[in-house]
C-alpha cells in the first residue's frame, strides 16, 4: 500500500517508520526542510530507542521517504495518515489548527479516491468535522473517507509499542474504510478492534485518562499512606496480584507529566463541560496530580526555611526516564519555585538538558541560578539537597552511600522512591519519599 503520513513528531513519524519495516510504501510529509534532510539520512529528530535503526534499514530499501512536497506525497497516496500534533488551548480544549492545515492541503492535493486517517489524540466528532472540511474544500471528483486510528504508543518505548501494540482500534463508517484500514494492519499480525469513528475517538481518551487516574489514585492514597503510617510500595504490591486491578500504573510519586496525559485529561474534562456534564472523576484526576507536583517542594520547603544560595542538586529533568521531552515535567515546575526562593540549581539529566537549557537557560535566572552538570556525583558535591525528578538508571545506580560521601547535608527528597527507606537510614541520609 503507497501510505503518506503527515507529522514526524512522536505519532507520525514512529507510525511511518513502522509501516514501511512492515512493507508499505511509506512518504512522511514535514513542512520543515532542514527536519527533512536530517531524517534522509537516517537521523531521528526525537530520541526513541530502536528508531534509527529501523530509519536507517528502511530508507536504504526506498520503502521510506521524506518530503515537504505535500501536494505530490498526498497525489499518490491510497492512505494518509495524519500525525500531526493537537497542542493544549488556554481553556483546556485541543487546538486542530495543525489538522485543519493538513486537511486543506490534502483537499487541494489528491487525484484519485483515497482513505484519510487521522491518529492525533482529537476529541469526539473530530472526524466527523475533518470529512467535512475536506469535502468542503475538494475541487475534484474523488472520494476521500475519514477514519480514526488512535495511537498507544509511549514515549520511549515507542518502537516497541507499535509493533507489539496490546490492540489496535480502527474507527470507520463504511466497509470499504475499514477493509482498507484493515489491510494495511494485516502483516502487524495484531488484534484488531473496529468500531465507529466516535467510538474510536473515544477509546483513545478513556484509555489515557483511565491510567491518569490510576496514577492519581495511587499518589492520593500514598499522601494518605503517609499519615497513617502505611507504606505504598507494600501497598501497591499487595493490589497488584489482584488482576481486576492489574500491576502496571500502580507508582505512586512526583505526579504524572509529559504531553499526554495532562493535556488528555484536560481536554475531556473540556470536553465533558461542553456537553452540560460534570466529569468528576477525571477533575479529581488533574486537581491531585497539580498538587502532587510539588508537593515535595512544599515539605522541603518546610524543613529548610529557605532555598536563598543553597546548592541545590536536581537529578532528572525529563518527565519519565528513556525520553528527552520535558512537557508538563514535575521537574519544571520545582526548579521555578526554587529559582523564585534564590536556589544555586545543579541539574543533571543523560538527554533532558538541551531542551531544559531553552527553558531555564545557563546562569542567573532572578534570584537563582541554574548550573547543568554532565553526572549525578557532580549535582550533588557539596550539595545541601538534593532532589530525585526522574527514574533513570544513571540516578538509580547513585547509592546511599553516595549520598552520604559527596553532599554537604545528605537531605534528598525523592520523587521516584528510587531507595528503600531503611538503607538511607542505614547510610544516615534523612530521605523524604512518597507514601512511606
Ligand atoms: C501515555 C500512555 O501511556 C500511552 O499509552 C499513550 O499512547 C500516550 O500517553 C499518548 O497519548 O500519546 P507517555 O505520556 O509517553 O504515554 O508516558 P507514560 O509512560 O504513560 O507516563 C506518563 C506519566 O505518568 C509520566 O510522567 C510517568 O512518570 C507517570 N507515571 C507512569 C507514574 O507516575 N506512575 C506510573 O505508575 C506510571
Known sequence: MNIAVAGTGYVGLVAGVCFAEVGHTVTCVDVDEKKVKLMESGVSPIYEEGLEELMKKNNATGRLKYTTDYASAYAGADAIFIGVGTPEMPDGSANLSFIATVCRQIAESVVHDCLVVVKSTVPVGTNDKVEQFIKDFLDKDVKVEVASNPEFLAQGTAVHDTLHAARIIIGTES???????????????????????????????????????????????????????????????????????G??????????????????????????????????????????NTRQKTRLYEKAKDRMITFDGLKVAVLGLTFKAGTDDLREAPSSDNIKLLLEQGADIYAFDPAGVPRAKLQFPEGEIGRGRMNYVASPEEALDQANICFVFTEWPEIKSIRPADYKRLMKIPLVYDGRNLYSTEEMREEKVEYYSIGR
Open 175 to 245: 466497509k470499504e474504510a475499514e477493509t482498507k484500514l484493515m489491510e494495511i494492519y494485516e502483516p502487524f499480525h495484531l488484534p484488531i478492534v473496529s468500531v465507529k469513528r466516535r467510538s474510536a475517538e473515544m477509546i483513545k481518551y478513556a484509555c489515557n485518562d483511565f491510567l491518569a487516574l490510576k496514577i492519581s489514585y495511587m499518589n492520593d492514597i500514598a499522601n494518605l499512606c503517609e499519615l497513617v503510617g502505611a507504606d505504598i510500595e507494600d501497598v501497591a504490591k499487595g493490589m497488584s496480584y489482584d488482576k481486576r486491578i
Open 247 to 288: 500491576e502496571r500504573f500502580l507508582n505512586a510519586g512526583i505526579g504524572f507529566g509529559g504531553s499526554c496525559f495532562p493535556k488528555d485529561t484536560k481536554a475531556l474534562k473540556f470536553l465533558a463541560k461542553q456537553n452540560g456534564y460534570e466529569l468528576k472523576t477525571v477533575e479529581a484526576c488533574v486537581d491531585v
